[in-house]
Structures are given as structure tokens and as C-alpha cells.
């Protein structure tokens, strides 16, 4: 059994205003040259199809072409992300059930199988939280709590398939994980990440949402996005894991390949005063790549943009970080906030208007409304 697995597409979504849906497009031919040359058995695509919940038409008519494109090679099974809307993304669901694409977006279904071959693949869409705890009747709030029910239902179907190999496709944060700059927070609703143990027995484990390939275990994996969508991601080696499920069962762990997948532009991260930027021969090898820049410079350089760009003329970012007083004030905004939650951030907002640190209640307002527009967001 071959299976190739992939993840966080983001269809739609621009590369600081580059766009990048040629390069996707790219992808989507690269994956389905993949999956012929590999006679591969299921592709498996664990979340974040497209970018936001209302994608944009392009973006729509890319995921079709690629779903019908690798249906008349293979079967496939798609789950929502966390950046999918579940209604818009599992609109025909059951009709392409019939065709071998299967789209699980609903956590009602979650240990409903998808037979293949020899195997039970088991679609666990992103869980919101508080979407699935009243419904769940689950006493904890949190992503542990959700995914754990999530799992007992999928064990209680693997108990009764004897000898069928099992695979499980989850959008989760594994403790341990690896994050990038370009994932969205879902710590909103409780502890944002799971342990890994929660999917102990399974014979592999297809993850999503992490945008770095990244090893968990053996049989637990993320295969990253199939682009960089942030510079923090510059070292990445972007593709997919293609999977074989060895013929002893649970005793026999898979083996698992990655397929590098075509690169539109490296990028690459420069800081340096820019006069030394403008004449250091060593950096002749990056003048063709996307560039975040960082200036060093005591004084901030006039015209910086325009005199990099001469020798780099695929800078995208430019900061500024004078030596020696750096500080809070020359970062920007949206650097002093990426590590902080939503709920911090809009805590230190009241904190600040009241004079005073937000009380548990107004913590508890602001959480609500948090969630109210997730799930509004998310096309619930």
C-alpha cells in the first residue's frame, strides 16, 4: 500500500504581495507526476486547502482541476484545516464520495473509515474545540480533550477490523512540534497543542497544519506545506512523504520517503549595515532569491529600498535594527505580537485603557467573542 501525503496547500495565498498561484499550480502538476511515476495507492491531504474560508475563485478552480486530475490516477482523502470552511470545503462531499475523492470536513463522521485496499484511513478534520465539547459531552475544554474523543471513536472502529491496516489523517499541533511564523494560532480554546501518544497503535499518522516537514515518530509525521508562506521558513525542504505500509501490519513500521517538491525562488535572510550589503561579493549567490533584509545601520539609510533593490530586485521585507539599539521601539508591531495570543494581546489592550489587568470575567467575554468570530469565520 502506497501512500502519498501531503498537507497545507493554502491555495490562494500571496508571498508578501507575490503572488503565488503559478507556483501552486506547479505543485499540483509536480504532485501528479508524483503519484503516476509512483503508482501510488491513496494521496492523503491532512488540511488547509485553501488559505482562508472564502477562497478566491482562482484558487477554487485550481483544487478542482488538481482533485480531478489526480482522481483519474488514484483515490484521495481530504480533511479541513483550520483555515477551511467546513461547509464551503465539504459542499458535494457525498457525491464525490462516489467518484474516490473523499472529503471529510464533519467531525460527526470522525471513526468512519475510508476503506482502501487493505487499510481503514480515518479522516479526523481540525476540531474546534468548543464546537465538539457540548456535542461530545467532553468535561475538559482544550485540543487534547477533542482529539482524545476523536481517537476513541477511531479505535472503537479499529477494534472491529481485524487485520486491516490503519491510517489516521488529523490538523493538530503535536507537542514537539516545530512552528513557523506562518501558521495561524489556534490556541484560542484551550491548550493548543496534543501529545503525540494520543495516536499510540495507529500504523501512520498523516499530520497537517505544522508547515515544516517534520519526523514526530516513525509512524507520526507532518509533511510541511508544499511552499514557503514566511521567511522564518528558509530552510525548509518543501514536498511530500510518500508511505509504504509494510506487509506485517502494526509489527512493521512504514517506510516513508520524501519527495521534494519544485522551488518557484529560494529565499534567503540578510542583516548587515547596507553598504557592506551593496559590495560583499559572498552574497552574489542570494541576488536572485526573495530577501528579508535587516539594516544595522546606526542611522536609517535613505532611499534603503530602491538602492537594494539595484543589486537585489526581489527584496520583499525590509527592517531596521540600528546596532547596538535594537530595543523594543525598532520592531515592529506585528514582531512584538507574533509569539502572543489573540486573548493576550486584546488583554493587554483593556489592561491598558482601564488602567488596570483584565478580570477573569472580561477574559471570559473576550474568549467568546474570539470563538464567535472563528466560527463565523469558518463558514459554521
Not at 483519474?72 to 459542499?91: C, K, M, P, W, Y
Not at 489516521?168 to 495561524?184: C, K, L, N, W, Y
Not at 536609517?300 to 539599539?325: D, I, K, N
Request: aromatic letters at 6%.
Amino acid at each position: 500500500m502506497r501512500l502519498l501525503h501531503t498537507s497545507d496547500w493554502h491555495l490562494g495565498r500571496s508571498f508578501h504581495r507575490e503572488d503565488l498561484l503559478g507556483a501552486q499550480a506547479d505543485f499540483v502538476d509536480h504532485l501528479v507526476e508524483t503519484v503516476r511515476a509512483e503508482r501510488v495507492d491513496c494521496v492523503l491531504i491532512s488540511g488547509d486547502v485553501y488559505d482562508r474560508a472564502l477562497p478566491a475563485v482562482d484558487a477554487v478552480r485550481l483544487c478542482d482541476e488538481a482533485l480531478v486530475r489526480l482522481r483519474e490516477l488514484t483515490r484521495v482523502v481530504l480533511i479541513a484545516g483550520n483555515h477551511d470552511s467546513v461547509q464551503r470545503l465539504g459542499f458535494g462531499s457525498a457525491l464525490m464520495d462516489g467518484s474516490g475523492v473523499h472529503v471529510r470536513t464533519d467531525p460527526a463522521r470522525v471513526g468512519e473509515p475510508v476503506l482502501i485496499g487493505d487499510a481503514a484511513v480515518y479522516p479526523i478534520p481540525y476540531l474546534e474545540p468548543e464546537l465538539v465539547r457540548l456535542p461530545w459531552g467532553l468535561e475538559e475544554r482544550g485540543h487534547a480533550a477533542a482529539l482524545g474523543e476523536a481517537m476513541r471513536r477511531v479505535r472503537a472502529d479499529m477494534a472491529t477490523r481485524p487485520g486491516l491496516r490503519s491510517v489516521v489523517m488529523a490538523h493538530a499541533f503535536v507537542t514537539g512540534g516545530a512552528a513557523s511564523d506562518s501558521e495561524r494560532d489556534i490556541s484560542v480554546g484551550g491548550a493548543s497543542s496534543v501529545p503525540v501518544q494520543l495516536f499510540a497503535g495507529v500504523d501512520y499518522v498523516a499530520l497537517g497544519h505544522l508547515h515544516g516537514r517534520q519526523r514526530m515518530t516513525d509512524r507520526v509525521r507532518y509533511s510541511g506545506s508544499p511552499l514557503a508562506y514566511s521567511f522564518s521558513e528558509d530552510a525548509h525542504v518543501k514536498g511530500s512523504w510518500l508511505v509504504e505500509l509494510g506487509a506485517g501490519g502494526a509489527e512493521e513500521g512504514p517506510a516513508a520517503e520524501f519527495v521534494e517538491a519544485p522551488v518557484p525562488r529560494p529565499l534567503a535572510r540578510l542583516r548587515g549595515r547596507i553598504d557592506d550589503l551593496l559590495a560583499d561579493p559572498a552574497y552574489e549567490a542570494v541576488e536572485g532569491h526573495w530577501l528579508q533584509i535587516t539594516l544595522t545601520d546606526r542611522e536609517r539609510p535613505s532611499a534603503a529600498m530602491e538602492r537594494l533593490r539595484a543589486r537585489f530586485p526581489h527584496t520583499l521585507v525590509l527592517g531596521f535594527e540600528p546596532e547596538g539599539g535594537a530595543g523594543e521601539g525598532a520592531r515592529t508591531w506585528s514582531e512584538r505580537v507574533s509569539e502572543r495570543s489573540e486573548l493576550d494581546i486584546a488583554g493587554d489592550f483593556v489592561a491598558e485603557m482601564g488602567q488596570a489587568e483584565a478580570t477573569e470575567a472580561e477574559r471570559e467575554l473576550l474568549h467568546e467573542a474570539f470563538e464567535s468570530f472563528r466560527h463565523k469565520s469558518a463558514g459554521v
